[in-house]
């Protein structure tokens, strides 16, 4: 069954600290993997984009990883600042299909 | 980037009224769009796919006669929520795929509508 499961479910950080969120998936055969910010009350906005063959990319403070092998990928996000308080949600493509799976999602809390 | 409008951002009605939620492509065009539903602190459920001239598909266990959709134009998907009960309070999504952007083609999602039935 595909599956994306990400952790912790929520999070609270101090101003200006760094932290990583999780994503595990079971998706196969993979085509890519997107990290979205959505803040509350709106859509979801997407920060980067994975396919199988990168395993770093940069957005600014925020940097995802992707080990294809594992099915693992991570989103670091660096001095963080009280807007990037939103929920972050993790979303696979399968290549045979076109629907997109969405894992449930981490609610990040910045506080000053 | 991309940009999807939604119209109302919220609406408030009446139980047993119909409620219609648009969404428009606003700088490109989208054969196919999806209607996503969002409760609280969960994440978005697809709710249907609307095809561009012709019938959406829809979801397991999402009544089709229930949410209708209409994908009128390239640009523009409208979803109506018929005789809404209290249950149907919810934020609704849509978001829309531009075709040109080739097989890695991003959604984009809309900024939402947040229904309550009253």
């Known amino acids: 069954k595909n599956q994306v499961e990400q952790s912790p479910q929520s999070l609270i950080i101090l101003e200006g600290k760094n932290c990583t969120l999780q994503c595990n998936y079971t998706v196969s055969p993979f085509s890519n993997l997107r990290w979205y910010k959505q803040d509350t009350g709106r859509g979801p906005v997407s920060l980067t984009i994975m396919t199988f063959s990168e395993n770093t990319k940069s957005n600014g403070r925020y940097t995802a990883t992707l080990d294809a092998d594992t099915k693992q990928s991570s989103l670091h996000i660096t001095a963080s600042q009280l807007s990037d308080s939103a929920s972050y949600i993790c979303?696979?493509?399968?290549?045979?299909?076109?629907?997109?799976?969405f894992g449930s999602g981490t609610r990040l809390s910045i506080r000053p | 980037g991309a940009v999807v409008s939604q119209h109302p951002s919220w609406v408030i009605c009446k139980s047993g009224t119909s409620v219609k939620i648009e969404c428009r492509s606003l700088?490109?065009?989208?054969?196919?769009m999806f209607w996503y539903r969002q409760f609280p602190k969960q994440s978005l459920m697809l709710m249907a796919t609307s095809n561009e001239g012709s019938k959406a598909t829809y979801e397991q266990g999402v009544e089709k006669d229930k949410f209708l959709i209409n994908h009128a134009s390239l640009t523009l998907s409208t979803l109506t929520v018929t005789s809404a009960h209290p249950e149907d309070s919810s934020f609704y999504i849509c978001?829309?795929?531009?075709?040109?952007?080739?097989?890695?083609?991003?959604?984009?999602f809309g900024p939402g509508t947040r229904l309550t039935v009253t």
């Open positions: 700088d490109f065009q989208a054969t196919t």
């Open positions: 978001s829309a795929r531009d075709p040109a952007s080739g097989r890695e083609a991003e959604q984009y």
């Open positions: 979303v696979v493509r399968g290549s045979s299909a076109s629907k997109i799976i």
